[in-house]
T-cell receptor, first 112, second 116 residues
Framework: QKEVEQDPGPLSVPEGAIVSLNCTYS??????FMWYRQYSRKGPELLMY????GNKEDGRFTAQVDKSSKYISLFIRDSQPSDSATYLC????????????FGKGTRLHILP | GAVVSQHPSWVICKSGTSVKIECRSL??????MFWYRQFPKQSLMLMAT?????????EQGVEKDKFLINHASLTLSTLTVTSAHPEDSSFYIC????????????FGQGTRLTVV
């Protein structure tokens, strides 16, 4: 079993819809959970990070972590065509100077 | 603006030659930087951890003699792909944590290496 599982998609949704992106993981030591957005042929851009379980909101983005289920989610409200990208979940155990384990990424297409 | 700058953004080289990729933190110091490789439609795979003033730490299966890492200053790490072969063609990305926490790691723009 891979440490981090993420459906590669592609996921196509109409503009304005709510998008739900998810990852599961197997390592219970993970405590830091991140979401990155990556446009084609560019480096990843950090969107949000969460420590331990709970929710975090930033504008149209909401990150949720359920450590009991080893399941994390990213919700995008009022999706825009500019949100079309690959979204990578990532996680680490200790945070500081610790290696980050990435999911494969989900390709998202927002249809105008 | 970008806080981590990577150069070049793309490079084509002949098989057997060496290629150097630079990663700079622009407005902060980074005692640690990370180098990743990403194949098409695949995740970022950590290759090595670059430590300022000391030897890099390589992940299992990554040849240290092939992928030379130098972290000569607090703002610059370099990755040199030596004797490149077509199978080394990939997207190479560096990252640097700001504020001492890798949860706020910033990534460079990536370097697309094509070995012909």
């Amino acid at each position: 079993q891979k440490e981090v599982e993420q459906d590669p998609g592609p996921l196509s949704v109409p503009e304005g819809a709510i998008v739900s992106l998810n990852c599961t993981y197997s390592n219970s030591a993970f405590q830091y959970f991140m979401w990155y957005r990556q446009y084609s042929r560019k480096g990843p851009e950090l969107l949000m990070y969460t420590y331990s379980s709970g929710n975090k909101e930033d504008g149209r983005f909401t990150a949720q972590v359920d450590k009991s289920s080893k399941y994390i989610s990213l919700f995008i409200r009022d999706s825009q065509p500019s949100d079309s990208a690959t979204y990578l979940c990532a996680m680490s155990a200790r945070g500081r100077d610790d290696k980050i384990i990435f999911g494969k990424g989900t390709r998202l297409h927002i249809l105008p | 603006g970008a806080v981590v700058s990577q150069h070049p953004s793309w490079v084509i080289c002949k098989s057997g030659t060496s290629v150097k990729i630079e990663c700079r933190s622009l407005d902060f110091q980074a005692t640690t930087m990370f180098w990743y490789r990403q194949f098409p439609k695949q995740s970022l795979m950590l290759m090595a951890t670059s430590n300022e003033g000391s030897k890099a730490t390589y992940e299992q299966g990554v040849e240290k003699d092939k992928f030379l890492i130098n972290h000569a200053s607090l703002t610059l790490s370099t990755l040199t792909v030596t004797s490149a072969h077509p199978e080394d063609s990939s997207f190479y990305i560096c990252s640097a944590p700001r504020g001492g926490s890798n949860t706020e790691a910033f990534f460079g723009q990536g370097t697309r290496l094509t070995v012909v």
